[in-house]
């Protein structure tokens, strides 16, 4: 079987070909009706060791629609507080034959690390400063929908000529990475904005363009991608107060005028509202794509959990050659 660890284990043509499956699912969730038997008869364990709104209750709903058996393990709730390691706690998971397995941990590799212990395909749902790699993935639907609305998309389904600016604390956010690699693999051009302290070092190997001020960042900008102080990651950085960091690097309505007329806005929540974003600017529904986001959230799930467990079900999939 496969799994979906990162957006960096994947090709072009994969993430082109998950994306244009998830298009069927966007269809199918905008009926009446949403449920089907495609994946009945299995079973998915989402485990989560890490809070989660939108990608844990997007994976049940997707499972669910997909006829799919679907179990929720919260961390908090289970053994690991008894002192369970995380292998006991993944080959627990295993001995119950599941199906799939979603997984989000606090530590960068932990969902890897699970991957090569189990049985059934691994979905990473968020893995410390690493990946997140259905974030990526719903990012760059969501940016397909609203440029084909604004009569832009491209007849093959890249991104190819966009200028994406990602402004935040890119240094803990592992949505940055899948977000830069995904962009990147669809045609756009990245640039990531943050405090120097924020801003991991070596990260223009990636091929982006590093900018610690906002303004010239912004300039001409095609989308405009804010993330969050994640304070529970801070290890000691200097990072200004909440009025320093609106000043310096809040998305203002007079701050969105440097980027380009009809700017996209984008936002994988939670939001700081005040601080990285102002709510007029996110609840503007002429450039803000944030719900739509969390819409596109639900198809790509559905998606992936279709194909990775195609093989399962006996149907050629996900690395089977049928779609190279
Ligand atoms: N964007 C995102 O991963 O949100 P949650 O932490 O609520 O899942």
């Given at each position: 079987?496969r799994?979906l660890?990162?957006i960096?284990?994947l090709?072009?043509?994969?993430i082109l070909?998950l994306l244009?499956?998830?298009e069927?699912?966007?269809?199918?969730?905008?009926?009446p009706?949403?449920?089907?038997d495609a994946?009945?008869?299995?079973?998915?364990?989402n485990?989560f060791?890490?809070?989660?709104t939108?990608?844990l209750?997007?994976?049940?709903?997707?499972?669910?629609?997909?006829?799919a058996?679907?179990?929720?393990?919260?961390?908090?709730?289970?053994?690991?507080?008894k002192g369970?390691t995380?292998?006991d706690?993944a080959k627990?998971?295993n001995?119950?034959?599941?199906?799939?397995?979603?997984i989000?941990h606090g530590?960068s590799?932990a969902?890897?690390?699970?991957?090569?212990?189990v049985?059934?395909?691994?979905?990473?749902?968020?893995d410390g400063q690493h990946e997140?790699?259905t974030?990526?993935?719903?990012d760059?639907?969501?940016?397909?929908?609203?440029?084909a609305e604004?009569g832009?998309a491209?007849s093959?389904?890249?991104?190819t000529?966009?200028t994406v600016t990602?402004?935040?604390?890119?240094?803990h956010?592992?949505?940055?990475r899948?977000?830069?690699?995904?962009?990147q693999?669809?045609?756009a051009?990245?640039?990531?904005c943050?405090p120097?302290?924020l801003?991991?070092?070596?990260?223009?190997a990636?091929g982006?363009?590093v900018?610690?001020?906002?303004?010239?960042?912004?300039?001409?900008?095609?989308?405009v991608?804010m993330?969050r102080l994640?304070?529970?990651?801070?290890?000691?950085?200097f990072?200004p107060?909440?009025?320093e960091?609106?000043?310096l690097?809040?998305?203002t309505?007079?701050?969105?005028?440097?980027a380009?007329?009809?700017?996209i806005?984008?936002?994988?929540?939670?939001?700081?509202r005040?601080?990285?974003i102002?709510?007029d600017v996110?609840?503007d529904?002429r450039?803000?794509?944030i719900?739509?986001?969390v819409?596109?959230?639900?198809a790509i799930?559905?998606?992936?959990l279709?194909?990775?467990?195609?093989?399962?079900?006996g149907i050629?999939g996900w690395?089977e050659g049928?779609?190279?």
């Open positions: 079987h799994d660890i990162a960096g284990a090709q072009s043509h994969e070909f244009d499956e998830a069927h699912w966007v269809r199918f969730n905008r009926q009706t949403k449920h089907c994946l009945a008869g299995l079973t998915i364990i485990a060791f890490e809070n989660s939108r990608t209750l997007s994976f049940e709903i997707a499972g669910k629609r997909l006829g058996d679907v179990v929720n393990m919260h961390a908090a709730q289970s053994s690991v507080k369970e995380l292998i706690t627990t998971l001995a119950m034959r599941a199906d799939a397995m979603v989000r530590s590799g969902v890897g690390l699970i991957a090569g212990k049985d059934c395909p691994v979905l990473n749902a968020g997140h790699p974030q990526g993935l719903l760059a639907l969501a940016l397909r929908h609203a440029l604004r832009e491209s093959d389904g890249q991104l000529g966009l990602i402004c935040g604390d890119i240094l956010s592992r949505v940055a899948s977000n830069i690699l995904c962009l693999a669809l045609g051009t990245v640039r990531l943050a120097p302290a801003m991991p070092a070596g990260v223009a990636m982006v363009e900018f610690h001020n906002f303004d010239a960042a912004l300039a001409g900008a095609d989308v991608m993330l994640q304070n529970e990651r801070m290890d000691g950085q990072i107060s909440p009025r960091y609106r000043h690097y809040g998305l309505r007079q701050r969105l005028a440097l380009r007329d009809n700017v806005v984008m936002h994988p929540g939670p939001m700081n005040g601080v990285e102002d709510s996110a609840d529904a450039y803000s794509i719900t739509n986001q819409e596109m959230g639900v799930r559905m998606a992936c279709d194909v990775l467990t195609r093989k399962a079900r050629p690395g049928e779609w190279v």
